[in-house]
């Protein structure tokens, strides 16, 4: 069995690194009534358009932000634990993320500086994730679980880690951290 586990959303806090590049070097682009990033369109978070917010993330402070944004110290602690896990009853967990070329290497040192020991890396966009070879991807992108969807034909796999940006999606596996993908994931 393998088990696909995502980055952004799932171990790394990517919404407070963005956050805390844009309130250092972005002021301006904080609206009033900020109260943090709650919508999966992340240009209806701050007062700026898509692709000044990709022009931050991607380009101009990708090390700030995919190699030292927080991780979800819980998940990373449980992801650890269930790779260990794993190799005793042959389960494999890999990792499955979305990054620009040019700034993959932020991700792996990230991973390598939490100690998530993954076999396998896939690197793939988005809307490709439902193609690797895995039984089930835990992530939390409102895209690609319509993407799984559409390209599965079912909802069954997907594994939704829960945040503020995906309320609005209706599904029976909604987790809120790493140990209950268990409570989902069939075992034979």
């Not at 040192?109 to 089930?136: A, P």
């Not at 034909?153 to 140990?179: A, C, S």
Request: hydrophobic share 35%; with cysteine.
């Amino acid at each position: 069995m393998r088990i696909g586990i995502d980055v952004d959303g799932v171990l790394r806090d990517f919404c407070q690194g963005l956050e805390g590049v844009v309130k250092k070097h972005y002021p301006q682009y904080l609206p009033e009534d900020y109260t943090g990033i709650n919508n999966w369109k992340l240009s209806d978070n701050f007062i700026a358009d898509k692709s000044d917010l990709q022009k931050i993330y991607w380009d101009e402070y990708s090390k700030e932000i995919m190699g030292e944004s927080p991780a979800f110290e819980k998940n990373v602690q449980q992801m650890k634990d269930l790779i260990l896990w794993g190799e005793e009853v042959d389960v494999t967990f890999v990792c499955v993320t979305s990054q620009k070329p040019h700034a993959r290497y932020h991700t792996l040192s990230w991973l390598g500086k939490h100690e998530i020991n993954f076999d396998t890396v896939y690197f793939r966009k988005g809307w490709q994730k439902w193609m690797v070879d895995v039984d089930y991807l835990v992530d939390d992108s409102p895209n690609n679980f319509e993407n799984w969807v559409r390209g599965r034909g079912m909802q069954e796999g997907f594994i939704l880690m829960d945040q503020p940006y995906n309320q609005h999606i209706k599904t029976n596996h909604r987790v809120y951290d790493i140990d209950s993908i268990m409570d989902y994931i069939k075992i034979d």
